[in-house]
């Protein structure tokens, strides 16, 4: 099992550029969610998706950001006109079923950058 | 809405030593879960413990232990023969449904 996998692992664009991060689940995960990390807000929850379907996206900050699964093997999470305070970690996780017991399955994130 | 509190920034503790990282969350719900995640400079986030609200008795993994307190709805992490490599940010985190809250995290420095 290769494990939840995050691409690019880093990112650096400049303020205005649009900026695409992407996801591969584990295989037979049916949710994926996407985090945040800043020093300032720890880790946020941005979006989650069950079966492919977006279920809470009240974490998104603003319509500068959107998520698609078009798939069960493949996010996106987009910035649109990207922004210095948009500079974070951005995590993907995985989970295999609504059981809370069950543990996230995080990817190693990709570094956003934006100058 | 569900809350997760992380008090300390930050710890630190002596190598062979044992240290408790504190964690507080707020819910109405009587069933959810509990973890620690461990995140070292590589930026992983990986599962140290669980603990299910319904079980009395604390989890256990080895060096890592919690004591839970459900009425007080605390939930500390205690590290036991504290090694090296236990250095890292250490989140707790509450899961009820789908979601998983993270508290703001408590750095950890292990010093030799």
């Known amino acids: 099992d290769a494990g939840v996998i995050q691409s690019p692992r880093h990112e650096v664009t400049e303020m205005g550029q649009e900026v695409t991060l992407r996801c591969k689940p584990i295989?037979?995960?049916?949710?994926l969610f996407w985090y945040r990390q800043t020093m300032m807000r720890g880790l946020e929850l941005l979006i989650y998706f069950n079966n492919n379907v977006p279920i809470d996206d009240s974490g998104m900050p603003e319509d500068r950001f959107s998520a698609k699964m078009p798939n069960a093997s493949f996010s996106t999470l987009k910035i649109q006109p990207s922004e210095p305070r948009d500079s974070a970690v951005y995590f993907c996780a995985s989970s295999p079923s609504t059981n809370p017991n069950s543990p996230l399955h995080f990817g190693n994130g990709t570094r956003l950058t934006v100058t | 809405a569900q809350t997760v509190t992380q008090s300390q920034p930050e710890m630190s503790v002596q190598e062979a030593e044992t240290v408790t990282l504190s964690c507080t969350y707020d819910t109405s719900e009587s069933d959810y879960y509990l973890f620690w995640y461990k995140q070292p400079p590589s930026r992983q986030m990986i599962l140290v413990i669980r603990?299910?609200?319904?079980?009395?008795q604390n989890a256990t993994e080895n060096r890592f232990s919690v004591n839970f307190q459900k009425a007080a709805k605390s939930f500390s992490l205690k590290i036991s023969d504290s090694q090296l490599g236990d250095a890292a940010m250490y989140f707790c985190?509450?899961?009820?449904?789908?979601?998983?809250?993270f508290g703001t995290g408590t750095r950890l420095q292990v010093f030799p």
């Open positions: 985190a509450y899961r009820n449904t789908d979601k998983l809250i």
């Open positions: 295989s037979g995960h049916d949710y």
């Open positions: 603990q299910e609200a319904y079980k009395q």
